[in-house]
């Protein structure tokens, strides 16, 4: 059972971080874009990241992404004898 627990967080742990970055170019302004900056910064730097609201949005994507594919695992569309004969491998 505690295998089973680390082993499903780590899974939602790596699925956040990958949904965090699809999810960091979304909303993002540039410098250059607003006509605004520091003297001596790069135009292409942010000027408000929002990564509150991109930390809740991460979340929320990972927790959804993560339910549907404990559901598929569950209802055996992840079995390794059934991903097998779709590839056309023997098991």
Excluded: C
Aim: proline share 5%; net charge positive; hydrophobic share 55%.
């Amino acid at each position: 059972m505690v295998y089973t627990i680390s082993t499903w967080f780590a899974i939602y742990f790596v699925l956040w971080w990958v949904t965090l970055f699809v999810t960091l170019p979304f909303g993002v302004r540039s410098q250059h874009e607003d006509g605004v900056g520091a003297p001596g910064t790069d135009p292409g730097a942010p000027i408000a990241t929002l990564m509150g609201r991109k930390m809740i949005w991460t979340t929320i994507l990972s927790a959804v992404i993560f339910a549907i594919a404990m559901w598929a695992y569950y209802q055996g569309f992840f079995n390794i004898e059934r991903l097998a004969k779709m590839m056309g491998t023997p098991f």
